[in-house]
């Protein structure tokens, strides 16, 4: 005659059945959150793809074929559109270049250089992280108009770097702390100077770590707003999250449906980026020293 199992923890189930309930509870959990994070991009896709006279009476939870468009995407070929596109486009790509470059340095030269108070230092880096970017932005408004970069790209690919290169720094030291600098020590023996080694030994080993700065400071750059909107008060020179705000203002009323394609045009380069690259990101974030 077999004896029945002990109870388990919480719930006084067998240790079998309790596993069952907790791996029941993590997928129901996972299912929520998914939910709820995938149900404002599925509204926001039906709305992009719905006609616009209709949005406000046939949009339902599965929408009927016939009032399927892409009509609403033509408000991208407005001349202002395409001078926010632009304009997103440059400070993105300006951004990632510089946080990837200056963070890349930083990185090696905390990880591979010994100076004083190198701990110290690598933590104050983080204190950018406790002010929000519109109690830094109204200073700068005042910096950048006395020294001209106010309204101007590089200006704010400036402050966008600045607020990415804490994380960028640190995720690039602790990275480049795995590396065993034993591979350098080899290229030096071989001739090498110290700068071709991190060049030709460190760099080609760091490509998951800056993909994931990379797509850090792409995404910071490319969906900003206040930044944007308080140092590019020119609508020449803004991008696109500022831009569209101003385009609503100007053009008093902009449909529902128009909104809807413009903010799905914003938001499928990130998610384009994030999935194509998951693997390096994976890799990039994975550094357990960080």
Known sequence: ????????????????????????????????????????????????????????DAVTVFPAPDIFTLDNFNVLTEPEMYTYMFNTVVVAIGTIVTVVLVSLLAG?????????????????????????????????????QNIGLLGTRFGLII????????????????????????????????????????????????RPAIIAAALFAFALAWNDFTFAQILLPQTDTTTFAPGILRAMGQAQFLPQAYLMAISLAMTLPPLLFAYFMQSYLLKGFQVRAL
């Open 159 to 206: 402050a966008l770097s600045a607020i990415s290169m804490p994380f960028a720094v640190w995720l690039m030291w602790k990275y480049i702390m795995t590396i065993p600098e034993a591979h350098e020590e080899a290229a030096w023996v071989d001739g090498a100077s110290r700068w071709r080694g991190f060049r030709d030994v460190v760099v080609p080993q760091c």
């Open 1 to 56: 005659m077999s004896q029945s199992e002990p109870p388990g923890g919480v719930f006084g189930l067998s240790y079998d059945g309790e596993t069952r309930v907790i791996e029941a509870l993590k997928l129901v959990s996972t299912g929520i959150i998914v939910l709820v994070g995938a149900w404002p991009i599925y509204w926001m896709t039906q709305l992009a793809f719905t006609e616009y006279e209709t949005v406000e």
């Open 108 to 144: 090696y030269g905390l990880a591979r250089l010994d100076f004083p108070q190198k701990e110290n230092f690598a933590r104050v880096l983080l204190i950018g992280y406790l002010f929000s970017p519109i109690v830094i932005g109204i200073p700068l408004y005042q910096i950048w």
